[in-house]
């Protein structure tokens, strides 16, 4: 941990560097951010194709295979990614920031100071672990978001690739489908699943921005450099 020193109008104010978050969370924020936008784009295509490909004799223009062959190749990078991710956030015995969290939800005081501190009427309440109490709420609907997104991805993908993978997950996700109304209501969930998540995005990113902005916790870099930095009392 590392302090400076940092002259703010007449009262000096101590403040240090704490590292919030590791190697293994910054990149796969990053990673997960970039097979998001690539299944976004490709997925809106799929839904509705926006380009066209240019005009040729030959056959050999395969525009939606394209798409869609990317689509599922950030669709098993998003797969990969929930998995070590979920491996990580139970049980990396170096970092439980994120779990810690988990005992602040059965705080009503907690809940009542971080909803006054977002409408600019309490202070921020302290935190146990890495999250307040609505942004680990917001994560627990993304995270659940995913898993809807990966179930009725295998889906369609078993449907579309009948080996390796495809195959093995075959029987299973026929049944999986069946559950979930025919292949129809399938695509359909996928489908609003992905506004979910846009949704999420729009109001993480705002978050973010507001808890730079009022926080001056350093926490739009923190997902970048790791490094949060917090006054010293
Ligand atoms: C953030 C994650 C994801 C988003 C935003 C997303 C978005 C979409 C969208 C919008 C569609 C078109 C649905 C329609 O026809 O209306 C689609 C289709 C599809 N998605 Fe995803 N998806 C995601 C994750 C996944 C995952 C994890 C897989 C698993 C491999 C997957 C596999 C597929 C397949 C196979 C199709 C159908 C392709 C076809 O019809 O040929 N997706 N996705």
Redesign the pocket.
């Known amino acids: 941990m590392e302090t400076v020193h940092k002259k703010v109008s007449t009262d000096e104010v101590q403040i240090e560097r704490k590292l919030e978050f590791s190697t293994f969370y910054r990149l796969h924020h990053w990673v997960r951010v970039l097979?998001?936008i690539v299944?976004?784009v490709?997925?809106?295509y799929?839904?509705?194709p926006y380009v066209s490909p240019a005009v040729t004799p030959e056959p050999t223009n395969f525009m939606?295979a394209l798409f869609?062959s990317w689509?599922?190749i950030?669709?098993?990078v998003?797969?990969s990614m929930f998995i070590g991710k979920t491996y990580y956030f139970l049980f990396v015995k170096s970092d439980r920031a994120e779990i810690n969290s988990v005992k602040d939800l059965f705080s009503l005081k907690n809940w009542s100071k971080q909803i006054g501190y977002y409408f600019l009427v309490t202070k921020h309440p302290h935190l146990t672990g890495a999250y307040n109490v609505v942004q680990f709420m917001a994560y627990t609907a993304f995270y659940f978001m995913?898993i809807g997104?990966?179930l009725?991805?295998?889906i369609?993908?078993v449907?579309?690739?009948h080996q390796g993978i495809g195959g093995i997950l075959y029987d299973s996700m026929r049944h999986l489908e069946v559950m979930l109304g025919g292949l129809a209501n399938v695509?359909?969930i996928?489908?609003l699943?992905?506004w979910g998540?846009?949704l999420f995005i729009i109001v993480h990113i705002y978050m973010a921005v507001f808890n730079a902005v009022y926080g001056k916790e350093g926490s739009i870099d923190s997902i970048i450099s790791g490094y949060k930095w917090h006054e010293k009392h």
């Open positions: 097979s998001i299944l976004m490709t997925g809106f799929i839904a509705a939606n869609r689509h599922v950030f669709g098993f998003m797969i995913t997104l990966i009725t991805g295998l369609l993908y449907h579309v690739y695509r359909e996928h489908h699943l992905m998540v846009i």
